[in-house]
Structures are given as structure tokens and as C-alpha cells.
């Protein structure tokens, strides 16, 4: 949804295949979009700070240390994790020749398989 900072794009998020405002039509949707949804995005990096009681620098070192764990440890049965991989022959429908955040499933040793 863009950087930190940054206001989200409606226009482009999807909610099962069909564009966000087409889905979110009822008055407390709107409501809550127009009202409450920014802020709260807008907010998200405060938020995260006071939950994990760290700073975004650290948030930011945990997951990259997480993620390495999982590529070299994997990831315990049935877990999936989001890691951006290069989108080539994936089920999904992005297009090929990106770098994209796919569900994974790593194996250990910084071997990882696109989840089904």
C-alpha cells in the first residue's frame, strides 16, 4: 500500500477479486473509510511501536531475522511465510520478471517453494 507515511490506494486494493469500494458499499463501510481508514493507516508505524515496545528500526531487524531463520532453519510444518521471490512461474497471476511477497514455505538450507 505504499510507503510509511503515505496514505492507502482504495483504487487498486482488491477484497476477493473485486476492487476494494465495490465491495465496501454499506454506510459503515463508507463511513469507516472515509472517517477512520487513512488515520489508522497513516498510523499503523505508532501503533506497531507501542505493541512490540520497539522502535521501527528494530521492528524492521526482528523480521529480517526472522525471515532468515526460516530460509536457513525452514519453516515448521504446515507454516507459511511471505518472502519476496521472483514471480516467474507462479499460480498466482503476477506477472513474470518481479520481485514479489508470494506465501512460501521454506525448506531449510535457503531453499523455499511458492505455497498452493
Not at 510509511?4 to 477479486?17: K, S, Y
Not at 526460516?70 to 499460480?91: A, I, K
Request: aromatic share 8%; charged share 20%; hydrophobic share 40%.
Amino acid at each position: 500500500w505504499g510507503a510509511a507515511g503515505t496514505g492507502p490506494d482504495l483504487e487498486h486494493a482488491m477484497i476477493f477479486g473485486r476492487s476494494a469500494p465495490s465491495v465496501l458499499t454499506s454506510d459503515e463501510d463508507r463511513r469507516w473509510l472515509r472517517e477512520r481508514f487513512e488515520e489508522e493507516c497513516l498510523g499503523r508505524g505508532a501503533s506497531v511501536q507501542s505493541a512490540r515496545k520497539a522502535g521501527a528500526a528494530l521492528s524492521v531487524a526482528r523480521a529480517v531475522a526472522d525471515q532468515l531463520h526460516d530460509l536457513h532453519v525452514g519453516t515448521p510444518p504446515g507454516m507459511v511465510t511471505s518472502l519476496g521471490v521472483w514471480s516467474d512461474g507462479n499460480e498466482y497471476g503476477v506477472a513474470a520478471g518481479l520481485i514479489f511477497a508470494f506465501p512460501v514455505i521454506c525448506a531449510g538450507g535457503g531453499r523455499w517453494r511458492i505455497a498452493p
